[in-house]
Nanobody, 112 residues
């Protein structure tokens, strides 16, 4: 059974930082790419970035230079380090494997 569990969400002031974690189980974690996406109220879900098994990363333009995705294969965990947060980053953030398996989401709220 595939399970993806995010943690680390919360409320932060603009300019602050947060780190999300996502622990995966039931998947061949070391061999697969993983992604982070987000969905703001009233908006479509959008891809934030992804990380390959070799830890190569890609990011959406709106987070480049501010967000960093890393992984720890020994812990079956990926991370999303978010710096210089803006109010427009407020959203529910999801980790996912492909388009079929998603975590429950973690709320990030950035106050101005």
């Amino acid at each position: 059974q595939v399970q993806l569990a995010e943690s680390g969400g919360g409320l932060v002031q603009a300019g602050g930082s947060l780190r999300l974690s996502c622990v995966a189980s039931g998947i061949p974690f070391r061999a697969v790419s993983m992604g982070w996406s987000r969905q703001a109220p009233g908006k479509e879900r959008e891809l934030v970035g992804s990380i390959t098994p070799a830890s190569n990363t890609n990011y959406a333009d709106f987070v480049k230079g501010r967000f960093t995705i890393t992984r720890d294969n020994a812990k079956n965990t990926i991370y999303l380090q978010m710096n210089s947060l803006k109010p427009e980053d407020t959203a529910v953030y999801y980790c996912h494997w492909g388009r079929s398996y998603w975590g429950q989401g973690a709320q990030i709220t950035v106050s101005s």
